[in-house]
């Protein structure tokens, strides 16, 4: 294998861990968006969740098939803002869909073929549900929204386990 070669599966190796890192993230925080949401919009809630769900289950069988050990999710997510009623439950699904789309973005750079196709149509999918939670759009989704944003993949940070954060 070549250098270009080898540098390349290595990328598309990295990406697929971070799309499978922002999955976990979205997975964990549509649990709690579905805990806030008002009754109207719950049915939306869940078929985002299985979608997200879906996602991360592929992108395991993805990084196995790159002879990668996927990543794992974390035991709990640091939420990018207190999630207390229906509105903000709709501003976290919102955020969990651009970072996401965000990550797909990456994804899309890094790989060809099938597997480009297949996050372009995640990207898209993400894309489009945070315009329906949100109800604004970008021109390029995916990329304006990253710019200065720093958090965690699909808008949480891992919590500290709780060995760490754990009093004597």
């Not at 939420?79 to 996401?100: C, I, K, W, Y």
């Amino acid at each position: 294998m070549s250098d270009g070669t080898e540098r390349a599966a290595k990328a598309e190796l990295t990406a697929l861990q971070a799309a499978l890192a922002a999955e976990h993230a979205a997975v964990y925080g549509y649990g709690v968006v579905g805990g806030r949401i008002d009754e109207r919009r719950r049915t939306e809630a869940r078929a985002a969740y299985d979608a997200h769900r879906a996602r991360r289950d592929a992108l395991v069988r993805a990084v196995r098939d790159l002879g990668g050990a996927p990543v794992a999710a974390s035991a709990g997510y640091a939420l990018p803002f207190p999630v207390q009623d229906g509105a903000s439950a709709v501003r976290l699904a919102a955020r969990l869909e651009e970072r996401v789309a965000g990550v797909y973005s990456d994804l899309v750079r890094a790989t060809s073929g099938a597997r480009r196709a297949d996050a372009a149509g995640a990207l898209r999918e993400a894309a489009v549900r945070a315009v329906r939670w949100s109800g604004e759009s970008v021109a390029f989704p995916g990329l304006a929204e990253r710019s200065g944003e720093q958090a965690g993949a699909a808008g949480t940070t891992p919590s500290a386990p709780a060995s760490a954060t754990a009093s004597p």
